[in-house]
């Protein structure tokens, strides 16, 4: 990741919002380690630790406008992702545009078997055990890679 995988806090997205509200511009978000996120949200930010994952990501989002996911990357599976937002003219006009390059909206151009298997997905990276699993596997590689004097992006992210 760009950052070293270091999160974007709960401040800041909400200090976003104020701004594109000033301007009126849209917020999108690309929500493909959302749930990664939320996770340094609740382990390292004040008032958040008592939440789930589930619950930071639904107020994370409640700040923007609409998001976009690729699903092959936290949500488990090899095909897939999402197209959400809450303005009715652009959704209008993606559902237009879907149709000529991956199907219908209602599906993408996905298999059954993918959408099943991406809604499986997406519910277990929200789970709190599973992220405590993935990110505890990163921190440990992070740890190792210190003690071997190898420089890494401080302090260890996703």
Not at 65 to 70: F, P, Q, R
Not at 86 to 94: K, P
Not at 125 to 138: E, F, K, P, T, Y
Request: aromatic share 8%.
């Amino acid at each position: 990741n760009m950052a070293g995988g270091q999160p974007v806090s709960m401040a800041n997205v909400a200090a976003v919002r104020a701004l594109c509200d000033r301007y009126g511009i849209r917020l999108y978000l690309d929500a493909t380690r959302l749930a990664e996120n939320a996770w340094f949200i609740q382990q390292r930010e004040e008032g958040y630790a008592d939440k789930s994952i589930a619950a930071i990501v639904k107020e994370f989002c409640s700040f923007t406008d609409g998001a976009w996911m690729s699903a092959k990357k936290d949500h488990l599976v090899n095909i897939g992702g999402w197209l959400a937002m809450n303005h009715d003219d652009l959704f209008e006009a993606a559902s237009n545009l879907v149709v000529v390059y991956e199907g219908l909206h209602t599906y993408g151009g996905m298999a059954g078997r993918d959408m099943e298997a991406l809604a499986i997905g997406i519910e277990e990276a929200l789970q709190d055990d599973h992220m405590n699993s993935r990110i505890g596997q990163v921190l440990y590689l992070g740890e190792l890679l210190t003690d071997w004097g190898i420089p890494i992006v401080q302090p260890v992210g996703g």
